[in-house]
């Protein structure tokens, strides 16, 4: 069974940082492809980041790159997510997310945690 709980959310001014970071529990996080999704109040779910399970690979929404980095340490059971130069408009509820394969749907979900961005 797969567990993700996510923290790093608060509250910062327009133009900060914010690190989230979201643990795995279960077995074998190094074989699970690994997402950052956040919804913001009246939006659809929407895709931020994804990383494979080496690291090699790394994807970004188009609004967030060169902003925002996808890292993970394998040993940590752990997926970060570094976001720089904040926006009011990267304000949501960030959840991660974990699959199995590339093609396949995101089959766990975290709790989410808050991003609010003052402007």
């Known amino acids: 069974q797969v567990q993700l709980v996510e923290s790093g959310g608060g509250l910062v001014q327009a133009g900060g940082s914010l690190r989230l970071s979201c643990t795995f529990s279960?077995?074998?996080?190094?074989?699970?492809?690994m997402g950052w999704f956040r919804q913001a109040p009246g939006k659809e779910r929407e895709f931020v980041s994804s990383?494979?399970?080496?690291?090699?690979?790394?994807f970004y929404a188009d609004s967030v790159k060169g902003r925002f980095t996808i890292s993970r340490d394998n040993a940590k059971n752990t997926v970060y997510l570094q976001m720089n130069n904040l926006k009011p408009e990267d304000a949501a509820v960030y959840y991660c997310?974990?699959?199995?394969?590339?093609?396949?749907?995101?089959?766990?979900w975290g709790q989410g945690t808050q991003v609010t961005v003052s402007s």
């Open positions: 997310a974990a699959k199995s394969t590339p093609s396949s749907m995101y089959h766990y």
């Open positions: 279960g077995r074998s996080f190094s074989s699970y492809y």
């Open positions: 990383i494979s399970g080496s690291g090699g690979a790394k």
